[in-house]
Nanobody, 122 residues
Framework: QLQASGGGSVQAGGSLRLSCAVS????????MGWFRQAPGKERKFVAS????????NYADSVKGRFTISRDNAANTVYLQMNSLKPEDTATYYC?????????????????WGQGTLVTVSS
Protein backbone atom coordinates (compact mmCIF):
# COMPACT_ATOMS: atom_id res chain seq x y z
CA GLN A 1 0.00 0.00 0.00
CA LEU A 2 3.05 2.27 0.43
CA GLN A 3 5.80 2.07 -2.17
CA ALA A 4 8.97 4.04 -1.47
CA SER A 5 11.45 4.79 -4.24
CA GLY A 6 14.30 7.14 -5.12
CA GLY A 7 17.05 5.74 -2.97
CA GLY A 8 20.54 5.20 -4.27
CA SER A 9 24.21 5.97 -3.79
CA VAL A 10 25.46 9.54 -3.66
CA GLN A 11 28.56 11.37 -2.52
CA ALA A 12 28.54 13.60 0.53
CA GLY A 13 27.06 16.97 -0.28
CA GLY A 14 24.77 15.53 -2.92
CA SER A 15 21.00 15.33 -3.11
CA LEU A 16 18.30 12.71 -3.50
CA ARG A 17 14.53 12.89 -3.67
CA LEU A 18 12.56 10.04 -2.19
CA SER A 19 8.97 9.36 -3.21
CA CYS A 20 6.30 7.29 -1.53
CA ALA A 21 3.30 6.29 -3.60
CA VAL A 22 0.33 5.49 -1.38
CA SER A 23 -2.60 3.37 -2.49
CA UNK A 24 -4.65 3.88 0.68
CA UNK A 25 -7.93 5.49 -0.50
CA UNK A 26 -8.06 7.90 2.45
CA UNK A 27 -4.45 9.06 2.00
CA UNK A 28 -5.34 12.75 2.03
CA UNK A 29 -7.04 12.46 5.44
CA UNK A 30 -3.92 11.41 7.35
CA UNK A 31 -0.49 12.66 8.26
CA MET A 32 2.56 11.00 6.73
CA GLY A 33 6.07 10.45 7.97
CA TRP A 34 9.53 9.31 7.00
CA PHE A 35 11.74 7.21 9.26
CA ARG A 36 15.17 5.70 8.70
CA GLN A 37 17.11 2.76 10.03
CA ALA A 38 20.85 2.35 9.79
CA PRO A 39 22.36 -1.16 9.96
CA GLY A 40 22.35 -2.47 13.50
CA LYS A 41 20.46 0.53 14.85
CA GLU A 42 16.88 1.30 15.78
CA ARG A 43 14.45 3.01 13.45
CA LYS A 44 14.44 6.76 13.90
CA PHE A 45 12.10 9.58 12.98
CA VAL A 46 13.12 11.85 10.11
CA ALA A 47 10.15 14.04 9.22
CA SER A 48 6.37 14.25 9.27
CA UNK A 49 3.70 16.28 7.50
CA UNK A 50 0.08 16.85 8.45
CA UNK A 51 -2.88 15.95 6.26
CA UNK A 52 -3.01 19.35 4.54
CA UNK A 53 0.71 19.71 4.03
CA UNK A 54 0.74 22.96 5.97
CA UNK A 55 2.57 21.69 9.04
CA UNK A 56 5.84 19.78 9.12
CA ASN A 57 8.20 18.41 11.75
CA TYR A 58 11.83 17.37 11.42
CA ALA A 59 14.44 15.56 13.45
CA ASP A 60 17.15 17.96 14.57
CA SER A 61 19.72 16.00 12.56
CA VAL A 62 18.02 16.84 9.24
CA LYS A 63 16.58 20.32 9.86
CA GLY A 64 17.59 22.75 7.14
CA ARG A 65 18.70 19.93 4.82
CA PHE A 66 15.60 17.79 4.27
CA THR A 67 12.14 18.86 3.15
CA ILE A 68 8.99 16.75 3.36
CA SER A 69 6.06 17.51 1.09
CA ARG A 70 2.96 15.83 -0.24
CA ASP A 71 0.74 15.87 -3.30
CA ASN A 72 -2.70 14.70 -2.23
CA ALA A 73 -3.95 14.63 -5.81
CA ALA A 74 -1.19 12.19 -6.69
CA ASN A 75 -1.34 10.23 -3.41
CA THR A 76 2.38 10.76 -2.98
CA VAL A 77 4.67 12.06 -0.25
CA TYR A 78 8.22 13.22 -0.94
CA LEU A 79 11.43 13.71 0.98
CA GLN A 80 13.92 16.06 -0.64
CA MET A 81 17.35 15.45 0.87
CA ASN A 82 20.11 17.98 0.29
CA SER A 83 23.64 18.33 1.65
CA LEU A 84 23.71 14.63 2.39
CA LYS A 85 26.20 13.30 4.91
CA PRO A 86 27.61 9.79 5.42
CA GLU A 87 25.59 9.56 8.64
CA ASP A 88 22.41 9.84 6.56
CA THR A 89 23.12 6.35 5.20
CA ALA A 90 20.13 4.17 6.07
CA THR A 91 17.05 2.47 4.75
CA TYR A 92 14.28 5.07 4.58
CA TYR A 93 10.68 4.13 5.30
CA CYS A 94 7.52 6.08 4.62
CA UNK A 95 4.54 5.62 6.90
CA UNK A 96 0.91 6.66 7.07
CA UNK A 97 -0.34 7.98 10.39
CA UNK A 98 -3.43 7.11 12.41
CA UNK A 99 -4.57 10.72 12.53
CA UNK A 100 -4.39 14.03 10.68
CA UNK A 101 -1.32 15.17 12.61
CA UNK A 102 1.58 13.02 13.74
CA UNK A 103 5.00 13.35 15.23
CA UNK A 104 8.07 11.30 15.88
CA UNK A 105 6.70 8.23 17.60
CA UNK A 106 6.41 5.05 15.51
CA UNK A 107 3.18 3.99 17.23
CA UNK A 108 1.48 7.02 15.67
CA UNK A 109 1.74 5.27 12.30
CA UNK A 110 -0.17 2.19 11.23
CA UNK A 111 0.94 1.58 7.64
CA TRP A 112 4.56 1.24 6.55
CA GLY A 113 6.32 0.95 3.20
CA GLN A 114 9.07 -1.51 2.37
CA GLY A 115 11.95 0.96 2.55
CA THR A 116 14.46 2.37 0.09
CA LEU A 117 18.20 2.34 0.71
CA VAL A 118 20.23 5.55 0.73
CA THR A 119 24.01 5.29 0.80
CA VAL A 120 26.15 8.40 1.21
CA SER A 121 29.88 8.06 0.67
CA SER A 122 32.50 10.47 1.95
Amino acid sequence: QLQASGGGSVQAGGSLRLSCAVSIPTFSYYAMGWFRQAPGKERKFVASIDWTGASTNYADSVKGRFTISRDNAANTVYLQMNSLKPEDTATYYCASARSRRAGARPYEYNHWGQGTLVTVSS
